[in-house]
């Protein structure tokens, strides 16, 4: 049985990790989308934020319930807690997504120094990656 459980938890834990693996992967697609703001490149940010806060609520509701059908010891509820403290952050990550994905649409292209603006975005954009 606590094999079972410590594969569940590594499933669970793998899927963090992919979910934070995509998100590091969309912030050059938004240093992108700044210089060219095109609605498929917002649409994409998008749709990454949608999965990311899908993917990130589905681990914290099955980190519970496979939890509360065991015994965890003091190691595994360490790893379930921070889990679901990365789940959460990745939920805040993909508002962030939203939130720039909305902003991009109402970018003026013809604001004074929108490249220079773009470029320092967009290096801010790499670096977070």
Known sequence: MREAFADQLAELEHRVEDGLER???TLPEIADAIHVPS???VQKIADEAAHLRR???AVDSELVIVTARQTPVASDLRLVLALIE????ST???NQ???ISEQLVSIDSG???RDGIASQ???MAHLAG
């Open 121 to 123: 975005l967009s290096a």
């Open 92 to 94: 805040l990550i993909a």
């Open 111 to 113: 604001a004074v120094n």
């Open 39 to 41: 609605p498929e490149n």
């Open 86 to 89: 990365v789940a959460h952050h």
């Open 55 to 57: 993917s990130g609520r």
């Open 23 to 25: 998100a590091a992967v």
């Open 97 to 99: 997504f939203d939130l």
